[in-house]
């Protein structure tokens, strides 16, 4: 930051948790910190979204996982994880031993599955919040993904929240009808904080062979591609309950990205894919969101937050 520019405060909350700025890294993006560990300092980033953590290890869905779009990329990962008790083990201590803000992401096949990672995770020291992954399919109604389902989601809250004395923040999907229900819901369930949004499904052919791309056929669809639908799910929500924290996620690469989504209504951003990208994102946004706050008047996020009017008549 120039030295002529005025001082600006990035501290945000969400809900309970507080952060020193609103840049944090998206699940899955990120590992657990360690890969990118040699870019950045993971305890100066406003929060570390860990990549989602089971109850067991999971090996993660056949090759071919990605495919590159344009302005963005398909992925079916399939919540490769080396499960709940070898990430206590094995990652978390490293992200203790740097100072990061840590959110676990916590993913399963049923409601039991999540209770039985939060269970886990409860009383851990270094845990700061819990992100439930509600992109997930539940075996106990035909393999319906959470998300896409109000009742299902707030039924999921509502069962960890009952387990967890962390902040918990829902993690919801665009590809819901009625996103603004299922954000209803989850908050009535217990949940501090949105996170908005998932990747949105998505697909790729091979137009030679006529194959699906991707080995899961299907896959969630990240990167510049979905920002502006991220954005409008960020201010919908925003302005049916402008009272509940929400992180925006879905394609951000540059600090006027952060910026539109702070105006649309989040507290705080996480990048995704844009940390492949460029590993340096998370420090050059947060330092680049001061700079641009200064240069606009801005001395503190708050009056940021929302600014973009509600849509007319609604
Ligand atoms: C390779 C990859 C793996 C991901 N894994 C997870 C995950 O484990 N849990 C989760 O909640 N989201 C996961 N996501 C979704 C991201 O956290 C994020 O919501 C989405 O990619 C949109 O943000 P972006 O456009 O900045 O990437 C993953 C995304 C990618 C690209």
Same mark, same amino acid.
């Given at each position: 930051?120039?030295?002529?520019?005025?001082?600006?405060?990035?501290?945000?909350?969400?809900?309970?948790?507080?952060?020193? =700025?609103?840049?944090?890294?998206?699940? @899955?993006?990120?590992?657990?910190?360690?890969?990118?560990?040699?870019?950045?300092?993971?305890?100066?980033? @406003?929060?570390?979204?860990?990549?989602?953590?089971?109850?067991?290890?999971?090996?993660?869905?056949?090759?071919?996982?990605?495919?590159?779009?344009?302005?963005?990329?398909?992925?079916?990962?399939?919540? $490769? =994880?080396? @499960?709940?008790?070898?990430?206590?083990?094995?990652?978390?201590?490293?992200?203790?031993?740097?100072?990061?803000?840590? +959110?676990?992401?916590?993913?399963?096949?049923?409601?039991?599955?999540? +209770? $039985? +990672?939060?269970?886990?995770?409860?009383?851990?020291?270094?845990?700061?919040?819990?992100?439930?992954?509600?992109?997930?399919?539940?075996?106990? #109604?035909?393999?319906?993904?959470?998300?896409?389902?109000?009742?299902?989601?707030?039924?999921?809250?509502?069962?960890?929240?009952?387990?967890?004395?962390?902040?918990?923040?829902?993690?919801?999907?665009?590809?819901?009808?009625?996103?603004?229900?299922?954000?209803?819901?989850?908050?009535?369930?217990?949940?501090?904080?949105?996170?908005?949004?998932?990747?949105?499904? @998505?697909?790729?052919?091979?137009?030679?062979?006529?194959?699906?791309?991707?080995?899961?056929?299907?896959?969630?669809?990240?990167?510049?591609?979905?920002?502006?639908?991220?954005?409008? +799910?960020? #201010?919908?929500?925003?302005?049916?309950?402008?009272?509940?924290?929400?992180?925006?996620?879905?394609?951000?690469?540059?600090?006027?990205?952060?910026?539109?989504?702070?105006?649309?209504?989040?507290?705080?951003?996480?990048?995704?894919?844009?940390?492949?990208?460029?590993?340096?994102?998370?420090?050059?946004?947060?330092?680049?969101?001061?700079?641009?706050?200064?240069?606009?008047?801005?001395?503190?996020?708050?009056?940021?937050?929302?600014?973009?009017?509600?849509?007319?008549?609604?």
């Amino acid at each position: 930051m120039s030295a002529t520019r005025p001082p600006v405060d990035l501290a945000t909350r969400l809900g309970p948790l507080a952060l020193d =700025n609103p840049i944090m890294t998206a699940s @899955g993006c990120f590992a657990s910190g360690r890969e990118m560990g040699r870019f950045v300092d993971v305890g100066s980033i @406003g929060a570390v979204v860990v990549k989602s953590v089971t109850v067991a290890p999971r090996e993660g869905l056949p090759t071919p996982r990605m495919v590159e779009t344009p302005s963005g990329m398909l992925n079916a990962i399939g919540l $490769q =994880n080396p @499960g709940v008790d070898a990430w206590l083990e094995h990652d978390l201590p490293w992200l203790v031993e740097r100072g990061a803000t840590t +959110v676990v992401s916590v993913a399963g096949d049923s409601v039991e599955d999540f +209770v $039985q +990672v939060a269970r886990r995770l409860r009383g851990v020291d270094g845990v700061h919040a819990i992100e439930i992954n509600l992109s997930c399919p539940n075996v106990e #109604h035909r393999g319906l993904v959470f998300a896409l389902d109000a009742e299902a989601s707030a039924a999921l809250v509502r069962a960890v929240r009952r387990v967890t004395d962390v902040p918990v923040l829902a993690k919801l999907s665009a590809d819901a009808s009625d996103v603004v229900g299922v954000a209803r819901a989850v908050v009535d369930a217990g949940a501090d904080a949105l996170t908005l949004i998932n990747t949105v499904l @998505g697909m790729a052919i091979d137009p030679v062979t006529g194959r699906a791309e991707l080995a899961n056929t299907y896959g969630g669809l990240s990167g510049p591609a979905i920002r502006p639908i991220a954005v409008r +799910v960020v #201010h919908q929500v925003h302005h049916a309950m402008p009272e509940v924290p929400i992180v925006g996620c879905g394609g951000v690469r540059s600090v006027e990205d952060v910026v539109q989504f702070l105006r649309a209504g989040a507290s705080a951003v996480a990048v995704g894919t844009g940390g492949f990208v460029d590993p340096y994102a998370t420090e050059s946004l947060r330092d680049g969101l001061a700079a641009w706050m200064a240069d606009h008047g801005f001395a503190e996020l708050g009056p940021l937050v929302g600014s973009t009017p509600p849509r007319p008549g609604s």
